[in-house]
Structure formats: C-alpha cells, structure tokens
C-alpha cells in the first residue's frame, strides 16, 4: 500500500485565490511527521510546512496552511493568495519514528497559477 | 547561507564514463541521503547514511555506489552511467534519531543534474 498518496497530477488557480493540495497518509505509527515540499522549475526542494501527529492546532507558515484531520489521514496543504511564483511541483511526505530515518513521498502534484 | 551543497550542478558524461557528485553539509545531522528524481516523478531514494552505517534500498541498481568519509561529506558514484540514469540527483540530510529529530524535516541541496550522451 501507498504510504503517501497524492490523487491531483495537476491543479490551476486563478491569482489572489486559494487552493488546495489534498494529500492523505498511510501508517499505524502514532507518531510521525508530515511535510510538504515545493519543487520549481529549477529544481531545489523547497520545505513548506511541517505537522507533527501529536500537534493539536494545524499548522501554518505565511500562505501555507495544513488542514490536518488526523482520524481521516489526510494533511491538506492549503496555499492562500496565490501567487505566479507558487507554480511548481508540490510534494507531500511522512516520516514515520518506528522507521526513523526513512521519508516517503507522494507523486507529487503540479500547480500553475494563472494570471 | 547555503547548508547543504552539491557538486557540480550539472554534470555532463559519455555513456559508461564513471561519475562522481559531490554534497557536504554544515548542519552536523547525522543521516544523509541521496535520492534520483526523473522529470515529474516523486525523489526516489537510493540509499542513506546514519552516521557511518549504509542502507541501501534493495532496488538500487549495483551500478550506484556512496561514501561517506565523514560527517560532512557524502559521495555518489555511478559507475557506469546508462542513458537511463540521466536525472536530477538530490542530496538531503536530517536529525536523525540520536540528535531528537525522529520528525525533523529533510533539508535538500539544489541538486546535481545528470546528462548522458
């Protein structure tokens, strides 16, 4: 079974709207760590934003949010005010402590920001 | 700052012509990785470093070999690139469990993209 399954290929957003990037989890860890990473074009794996299971408030950085509902197993990132320079490759990922050191990856889901 | 560095940023090689990338870190974490991510697809990681201990991920082609002579370097070899191997090759590192990082995030290089003629 996928640990990380991300269902979106590619998604479009108007500038200055929101969108969100569903991602959801697999594990019978209780605690772990979920992430998301921003890839442009260039190619550098940007982090964004982390939730960690034991968290009781989402978490936020600047625009990004992660709606996390822990009983559904899903971390969505959700991504306020878009921007040109949002459009990437977004990747969600877990890392499990029972596992340690291993971090698995969604397929990732690309995000153009049209003007 | 930059804390994770790779070398080169691209790499140009003749099928078969062995290679070397390079990335060293001045975080002091005690996992480093190495991951090939080809156009659109997830990083797949080829194998890690805890400290001096070596996992392999037992689909990594035998032709993909590492070194990690201390803690802040890390070496990739490929030692006989196939067209199949052109990609971008991710160097990452984290806390690992001794340094209290069992949910630490991976910190990325810019990675060292890879072209086979």
């Known amino acids: 079974a996928q640990k990380i399954t991300q269902t979106q290929p590619g998604m479009f957003v108007q500038e200055k709207e929101a969108v969100t990037l569903d991602c959801t989890y697999d594990?019978?860890?209780?605690?772990?760590?979920l992430f998301w990473y921003k890839q442009p074009s260039s190619g550098e794996m940007i982090f964004l934003i982390y939730q960690g299971s034991y968290d009781q408030q989402n978490a936020t950085e600047g625009r990004y949010s992660l709606n996390f509902q822990k009983a559904r197993k899903s971390a969505n990132l959700v991504i306020s005010a878009s921007q040109l320079g949002d459009s990437a490759m977004y990747f969600c990922?877990?890392?499990?402590?029972?596992?340690?050191?291993?971090?698995?990856f969604g397929t990732g889901t690309s995000l153009t920001v049209i003007p | 700052d930059a804390m994770v560095i790779q070398n080169p940023r691209y790499q140009v090689t003749q099928f078969g012509k062995p290679v070397t990338l390079s990335c060293s870190q001045t975080l002091n974490h005690n996992v480093m990785y190495w991951y090939q991510q080809k156009s659109s697809q997830a990083p797949k990681l080829l194998f890690h470093?805890?400290?001096?201990?070596?996992?392999n991920e037992a689909d990594t082609p035998d032709n993909f070999q590492s070194r990690r002579p201390n803690t802040s370097f890390c070496f990739l070899d490929i030692r006989s690139p196939g067209l199949g191997d052109a990609a971008m090759y991710l160097c990452?590192?984290?806390?690992?469990?001794?340094?209290?990082?069992?949910?630490?995030?991976?910190?990325f290089g810019e990675g060292s993209r890879l072209t086979v003629l």
């Open positions: 990452a590192t984290s806390r690992g469990l001794g340094q209290g990082g069992q949910t630490g995030e991976l910190f």
């Open positions: 990922a877990m890392r499990e402590a029972i596992t340690g050191n291993q971090f698995y």
């Open positions: 470093y805890y400290d001096k201990d070596f996992n």
């Open positions: 594990t019978s860890d209780p605690s772990y760590g």
